[in-house]
């Protein structure tokens, strides 16, 4: 039988009261509201855009997070080049100030500035649009894939992809052929990771898509727009599709997690 020490038993006190005290908060959500309000709501004309809305703009950022955040872990991990630090301090800003900065930032870049008008003069349009929510979400989002994809690459052995050089595979092959499939668990647990992190974007969409109802409202601002009306029906059956999604995310995680 194993001896509890004083030490040991800290630990698990303070893990279980931490777990129990999120358990209760996120009980709370659920408590509140009936099943039948929760299904009134689901099917309400408000909410149903609001979720394709978060689905659709949720996967196209994903899939724009995933074709940058894989090269730029590579290079990461893989390269040493003059500048590295820098570009790796810089690409996880965005993780440690808020996202109503990064959205302030993003609002003025594709304002009024140079870029802002060479991009509008080809069609992208970000300020105040359905496409600013894609570009919200990415930018939120891609800090947490690279991060997670630097960490897979880092775990690999770089010496299988010594064998593969030396066989005559130039480098960009051995990326596909040998880095990216031993990526895999790495991958998918970024590729949720991302997702999750682009349906839950909010104070990035709310300043450069704008809170716009029926129109840029996806769910967090579905669920930030009700709360200002006092429609608390809306409000926490937002929550609770915001809660499945991280629960979803966070339980896949942990599976691949384990292969990483």
Not at 172 to 185: H, N
Not at 219 to 239: D, H, K, R, V
Request: some cysteine; hydrophobic content about 50%.
């Amino acid at each position: 039988m194993h001896k509890v020490t004083p030490f040991k038993a800290g630990l698990l006190f303070s893990s279980f009261f931490i777990t129990f005290f999120l358990l209760c908060a996120i009980g709370a959500l659920l408590m509140v509201p009936t099943f039948e309000d929760i299904m009134t709501n689901i099917w309400s004309d408000e909410m149903q855009l609001s979720l394709r809305l978060s689905l659709l703009t949720g996967l196209v950022s994903t899939v724009l997070v995933m074709l940058f955040a894989l090269p730029i872990g590579y290079a990461l991990s893989r390269l040493d080049f003059w500048g590295k630090g820098v570009v790796k301090t810089i690409i996880d800003l965005p993780v440690a100030f808020p996202e109503l900065v990064l959205g302030l930032c993003l609002l003025l870049l594709f304002g009024k500035t140079p870029i802002g008008k060479a991009l509008s003069s080809i069609g992208l349009d970000f300020v105040f649009t359905k496409k600013g929510i894609v570009a919200a979400q990415f930018f939120t989002a891609l800090p947490y894939s690279v991060r997670i994809m630097k960490s897979t690459f880092d775990y690999i052995n770089p010496r299988m992809e010594f064998v593969s050089r030396s066989l005559g595979y130039t480098q960009f092959e051995t990326f596909l052929r040998v880095s990216i499939p031993l990526a895999g668990s790495g991958i998918l647990a970024s590729t949720v990771i991302a997702f999750a992190r682009c349906i839950g974007t909010f104070g990035t969409v709310l300043i450069l898509a704008g809170g716009s109802y029926m129109r840029t409202e996806t769910l967090p601002i579905t669920l930030y727009l009700n709360i200002s009306y006092g429609n608390m029906g809306m409000a926490l059956t937002s929550g609770i599709l915001l809660i499945g999604v991280s629960f979803i995310a966070i339980f896949i995680f942990e599976k691949t997690e384990a292969k990483l």
